[in-house]
């Protein structure tokens, strides 16, 4: 079983900045792919960005809304994703979730049914 943990959520004014962490733990951890997903209080979970490590050449992708403000990154060294948040507005706020292990890495559409280990979430709230 692999855990993952996120950090770095908080509160911050509209136009700030956030950095999340996710560090995933347990088993030898051997995910192809990871993502950062959020859902807001009456609202279905959401991608927001994922970076896929290696297959086809690697790649990273960001849901439309948050394109040129967030930022996926990852430290192979520590097993750990982040996810830079810049320009943050109040429609960013949400709780944010981590994921790893797609469960088919070559039919995946990032997507929430895609991945089999979630954190357990961070809150992130922008205020206006």
């Known amino acids: 079983q692999v855990q993952l943990v996120e950090s770095g959520g908080g509160l911050v004014q509209a136009g700030g900045s956030l950095r999340l962490s996710c560090a995933a733990s347990?088993?030898?951890?051997?995910?192809?792919?990871m993502g950062w997903f959020r859902q807001a209080p009456g609202k279905e979970r959401e991608f927001v960005a994922g970076?896929?490590?290696?297959?086809?050449?690697?790649?990273?992708y960001y849901a439309d809304s948050v394109k040129g403000r967030f930022t996926i990154s990852r430290d192979n060294a520590k097993n750990t994703v982040h996810l830079q948040m810049n320009s943050l507005k109040p429609d960013d706020t949400a709780v944010y979730y981590c994921?790893?292990?797609?469960?088919?890495?070559?039919?995946?559409?990032?997507?929430?049914?895609?991945?089999?280990?979630w954190g357990q979430g961070t809150q992130v709230t922008v205020s206006s």
């Open positions: 347990g088993r030898t951890f051997s995910s192809n792919a």
């Open positions: 994921a790893a292990d797609p469960l088919s890495i070559a039919t995946m559409t990032w997507g929430s049914a895609d991945f089999g280990s």
């Open positions: 970076i896929r490590f290696s297959w086809r050449g690697g790649g990273i």
